[in-house]
């Protein structure tokens, strides 16, 4: 029988769909055609593989009358493996494990080639240890988890390092591990699953595990042309910050022969004119001295100087005018009212207030708080609550906006008094006289002139516009008039007003007067200008002056045609790395290879996993670089997050079901290794993950690390029930170390005569310590064989009922109880004096009274009184119907 046998296959093997892109890689690029001959040919591509590429893509755009150097070789049929489809690779052994956990040294976990391996152990046995070590050197979803040294241990730094040995082919090949460096390739076409994995595979869009060498393939040229594109564009940013800094910011003329030739530079332009322009004859060197002489004292230039001037003397005139305005007597007389009005008003209506208020509930009604929240309550009212209605509201079915309770009576009249009061004029003018305050206060704050400002104004008019007299008229202004300003800020009682320094005159008059001066001279200068002999001239000089400045930049202006061409071909190369095209391909032969049966395994592996009735299915979400993207979706509600809506049993069932999935979209039978795969899982959601373990091992290696005991029995009796037997492993702990291992099953699934034929080995075995006399030596051994036996009677016990219960099996056969029926008086008394006889060597005293330990005749007596009993019972009960 085969788990898989009767499993959909995808609608497209891989041999036809890798001779379809070497078809389609037709219409692609000459490098992209090279770039994919070199993946089907290696496994990754080198850094001087990237680097030729690079120079492909480069010389496809140059314009070079040069041959090229490497002619592109592309992909063609005789380029296709015929291995392209893979080999199946299975684990044979994992040892020499180092720096992992508290591992042991010198031990080696084998697995079978083929079948199914079961590796048993119980906490911190060092189980998980290995299977940490094959996450990370194989293939897994989520391999990201650390992998720590011995805690207990000296400090080490060292990486965690491990020898694999696997078979591909029908050949083993070692492989040497170390954690974080790439190992074999081969190893990542074995995968691993536990619950991080299962994470991953139903909360997240993933990528499909196992790809098809096509798709495969496909992926790679993506990975090829992001990889490249990256190149380019590090290229590009570099180009486009190399401008020379002498032709970032030209200092020549727009309008000049030189200035049009700079502003058109591009990376066609030809450099023979700049040169050309940069040399000047000797007389054109005679005429640009001589214009330089005439024109120094140019009109233009020096009107322009004055308009900045009378700009910056303009600015000074408005700002003494303003803080003038704010400061002066009557200003501040003004101010001194208003403030003395507000206070008045505020206080005709605070003693309003609490003559219409006093007898509310809470005191302070009318104060400036209260009024603030009286504001914002309307504001509430009328643009939220009730909008269009006039504040306050309160009708029969009006609430308070502040509590958001109904209004009783007596609270909407107050309500309305309250309304009323504030819209009363006492109250009104009160706070009209309060913004009154602030505006004047406002107007003085804005009237700000800094000591920065009176320096520089102060010494344009002194030094620059030579009036040192008005000079000082505006510094004794300007000291007194911020004083002034300082000391109205500060003030806000009447009472109480500052004592303000005595404000000289404001040196308006001086200042206007210097500014009808320069706009006299600014238009003498724009007459004597505005000349067209005096225009040509200026062209002229301008012209030479431009050429000039292009002599000593020529060097640049080469580099900069350079830097252009290189810029337009790396702009090129960039849209040749493009992946949208790839994707496109990617997606469509996704719908050939992957996804019919990638949906119609997963519903299959639901249903064999006992959870169909979640109705989950698997979906295409998109395709991103090339590599097509899957998720579990709800079919009721496919916007649910599957994670939050399942229970954790369900979710490892469903993850499951998904990683057994990708399987489909495989071309070979390659191992998959599962690490406590049943953690949450029910009696029955086990018993389902056990068959179908069983029933994959049937066709690929199927390894299971496992802890629990009712799966461990789960997995052997599905097994035995395809004809099939389970390969065993067992991992211990020592005193301070773990991972020991041992190539047998537990003790507590074996049959009892299978394990009866190991005990007898074991006694064979250390049978020499009592013939040599090494008597501690022996006595330890065979306290520990009594107590096995003793174990082993227990077992025998349990395997004669076990036609009716098992203590791993949740069912009562009835049909079977007729076998009970065989055990007599003789087999009850044979087993329990056998059992009386294995306890005291258990028990401490033995050794302390002198009692010699057994013989290794009278444990080979003992071996044979149980095999001869279970031999006896067995018999007896397969003649029974």
């Not at 329990?832 to 009274?849: D, F, M, T």
Request: hydrophobic fraction near 40%; proline fraction near 5%.
């Amino acid at each position: 029988m085969s788990g898989t046998s009767n499993q959909p296959q995808p609608q497209s093997s891989s041999a036809a769909a890798m001779q379809e892109i070497v078809r389609w890689s037709a219409r692609l690029v000459s490098w992209q055609r090279d770039a994919l001959r070199r993946l089907c040919q290696q496994e990754e591509l080198l850094e001087q593989d990237l680097v030729e590429l690079a120079k492909l893509c480069r010389e496809r755009h140059e314009s070079s009358n040069t041959p090229p150097a490497k002619i592109p070789e592309p992909l063609c049929a005789s380029h296709i493996r015929a291995d392209a489809g893979g080999q199946a690779v299975a684990l044979k052994s994992i040892g020499d494990v180092a720096h992992v956990n508290a591992l042991a040294d010198g031990q080696v976990l084998k697995f079978r080639e083929a079948g199914l391996t079961v590796v048993f152990g119980g906490n911190r046995s060092g189980k998980s240890g290995y299977a940490r070590v094959l996450k990370k050197a194989c293939r897994a979803r989520a391999a990201d988890t650390p992998i720590l040294p011995n805690v207990y241990g000296p400090p080490s730094y060292d990486p965690a390092t491990a020898t694999l040995e696997y078979a591909v082919g029908g050949k083993s090949v070692p492989a040497n591990w170390t954690d974080g460096t790439p190992t074999d390739d081969a190893l990542s076409a074995i995968s691993v699953f536990d619950s991080d994995c299962a994470i991953v595979h139903v909360e997240k869009t993933t990528g499909v595990a196992y790809t098809p060498a096509a798709l495969d393939l496909l992926e790679r040229l993506a990975k090829t042309c992001r990889d490249l594109r990256g190149r380019f564009v590090l290229e590009q940013e570099s180009l486009k910050a190399a401008i020379p800094a002498m032709l970032a910011t030209p200092k020549c003329h727009p309008h000049t022969k030189v200035g049009k030739l700079v502003a058109a530079l591009s990376a066609s332009s030809d450099v023979t004119p700049f040169e050309q322009l940069a040399v000047l004859a000797e007389d054109e060197s005679k005429r640009l001295e001589t214009l330089r002489a005439d024109l120094a004292n140019d009109p233009r230039k020096v009107a322009e100087q004055l308009r900045l001037k009378k700009q910056r003397l303009l600015q000074t005139v408005t700002k003494v005018e303003v803080l003038n305005a704010v400061v002066n007597d009557s200003a501040a007389d003004a101010f001194r009212q208003t403030v003395g009005d507000s206070i008045a008003k505020a206080e005709a209506a605070r003693v309003a207030a609490e003559g219409l208020f006093k007898n509310e509930p809470l005191p302070k009604v009318g104060s400036d708080i209260w009024r603030s929240l009286w504001e914002t309550a309307r504001k509430y009212s009328e643009t939220e609550a009730y909008p269009n209605q006039v504040f306050p509201v309160t009708g029969s079915e009006a609430r308070c906006v502040l509590c958001q309770q109904e209004l009783q009576p007596d609270a909407a009249l107050r309500l309305t008094r309250f309304e009323t009061f504030v819209r009363e004029n006492a109250q009104k003018s009160a706070q009209d006289a309060k913004q009154s305050i602030q505006r004047v206060r406002n107007g003085i704050l804005a009237a700000n002139f800094t000591w920065r400002e009176q320096a520089d104004a102060i010494g344009q008019v002194r030094d620059e516009l030579e009036s040192p007299a008005v000079a000082g008229e505006l510094r004794s202004f300007l000291t007194m008039a911020r004083w002034r300003r300082r000391l109205l800020l500060r003030a806000s009682k009447p009472e109480v007003w500052p004592t303000l320094p005595l404000l000289p005159s404001a040196p308006l008059v001086g200042l206007k007067a210097m500014e009808t001066g320069l706009n006299t001279r600014i238009s003498e200068l724009q007459n004597a200008a505005n000349t067209e002999a005096h225009r040509l001239l200026e062209q002229q000089l301008q012209e030479l002056e431009d050429r000039v400045w292009l002599a000593s930049v020529l060097k640049d202006v080469r580099e900069d045609i350079a830097r252009r061409k290189k810029l337009a071909v790396v702009n090129s190369t960039i849209g040749d790395a493009d992946t949208t095209g790839i994707t496109t391909k990617s997606t469509a032969l996704a719908k050939k290879l992957v996804t019919a049966a990638l949906r119609d395994r997963f519903s299959q592996e639901v249903d064999r996993l006992g959870v169909s009735r979640l109705r989950v299915e698997l979906v295409q979400t998109n395709s991103q670089y090339g590599v097509p993207k899957f998720k579990v979706s709800l079919v009721a509600k496919p916007s649910a997050e599957v994670g939050l809506v399942l229970s954790e049993g369900e979710h490892g069932c469903i993850a499951l079901a998904a990683f057994l999935s990708e399987l489909a979209t495989a071309d070979d039978k390659s191992g998959i290794v599962f690490d406590d795969p049943v953690c949450s899982l029910d009696h029955d959601y086990r018993r389902a993950v056990a068959k179908r373990l069983a029933e994959e091992s049937l066709d690929r290696q199927v390894i299971v690390f496992t802890h629990d005991i009712v799966f461990l029995t789960q997995l052997d009796e599905q097994s035995r029930l395809l004809g099939a037997q389970p390969y065993y492993q067992s991992v211990g702990r020592g005193d301070d170390r773990s991972g020991f291992c041992c190539s047998e099953a537990p003790m507590k699934i074996r049959p009892v005569l299978d394990a009866v034929k190991g005990l007898e080995k074991h006694l064979n075995n250390v049978s020499h310590f009592h013939k040599t006399g090494q008597i501690h030596e022996w006595w330890r051994h065979a306290k520990g064989i009594t107590g096995d036996l003793r174990d082993l009677w227990e077992r025998a016990v349990e395997q004669v009922i076990s036609p009716v219960y098992s203590r791993f099996d949740s069912k009562v056969d009835t049909k079977n109880l007729v076998k009970i029926t065989v055990l007599t008086d003789v087999d009850c008394k044979t087993m329990r004096a056998a059992y009386g006889r294995c306890s005291p060597l258990q028990h401490s005293e033995s050794s302390a009274a002198g009692t010699p330990p057994p013989t290794p005749q009278e444990l080979q007596k003992e071996i044979d009184e149980l095999h001869n009993w279970m031999t006896s019972v067995q018999t007896r009960q397969a003649s029974v119907s």
